[in-house]
């Protein structure tokens, strides 16, 4: 069955410095991935998606994530974050066909003044 | 233009009673589905409709829990005999309609929180 981890709930980071937040899905097939950040009081916004091509995927606000196949990871990256970055992200698998998306549990992203 | 809207935002009720929680997707968005969330959880799906058409509610829990999409635009999801394991946030999202090969982006509205006393 298809799933998806986000083993850290909480990370901590200073304003400016560099984030990366874990993904890892079990799926038997290509994996559809994404990423998705939830503000307060926001919707769930998509930063960025991986289908295919190039495994390092560009999103807004200055994310990144890097498809990895062999350790199954799909983390999320930016070289400098700001205060307004402190939010919940989500990371999200699709199937082929399947409009259902299975949700890690999210992690919180705290920023340190 | 607008995005997914939803009504109430907000929604505190008492054990066993009814609650409707109203989704306005985006304007020619064909694909709908609704999640809930749990405190500290990812949403979960519940129930997807392309067009008026239910194609799979699969996740609602029971047999309280309904949704309908009548004319292809606004859904309603109906909770009865509320209780309080239904406390929850309550999302919807929508999509222009998938190819069938890959998932489509989904486009989430703000979600509707629900208390149940």
């Known amino acids: 069955a298809q799933s998806v981890t986000q083993p850290d709930i909480h990370i901590t980071v200073s304003e400016g410095a560099s984030l990366e937040l874990r993904c890892n899905y079990s799926?038997?097939?290509?994996?559809?991935l994404f990423w998705y950040v939830q503000s307060p009081g926001q919707g769930l916004q998509l930063l960025l998606k991986?289908?295919?091509?190039d495994t390092l995927v560009q999103g807004i606000k200055g994310f990144e994530a890097e498809f990895k196949r062999s350790q199954s990871s799909f983390n999320l990256r930016k070289p400098s974050v700001h205060w307004s970055d402190a939010a919940e992200y989500f990371c999200a698998v699709g199937a082929r066909g399947n409009y259902q998306l299975i949700w890690g549990a999210g992690t919180k992203l705290i920023i340190k003044p | 233009g607008a995005g997914v809207s939803q009504s109430p935002r907000y929604k505190v009720t008492k054990r066993g009673q009814d609650v409707a929680l109203r989704c306005d997707p985006i304007s020619g968005h064909v694909s709908l589905y609704w999640y809930r969330q749990a405190l500290g959880q990812g949403p979960e799906f519940l129930t997807y409709f392309n067009y008026e058409a239910q194609q799979d509610k699969s996740g609602l829990p029971n047999d309280r829990f309904s949704a309908e999409r009548p004319e292809g635009s606004i859904s309603t999801l109906t909770i009865q005999r509320t209780e309080q394991r239904d406390s929850a946030m309550y999302r919807c999202?929508?999509?222009?309609?998938?190819?069938?090969?890959?998932?489509?982006?989904?486009?989430f509205g703000p979600g509707t929180r629900l208390t149940v006393l």
């Open positions: 799926y038997g097939a290509t994996p559809y």
């Open positions: 991986y289908f295919s091509g």
């Open positions: 999202a929508s999509s222009l309609g998938t190819s069938g090969i890959r998932p489509d982006t989904q486009y």
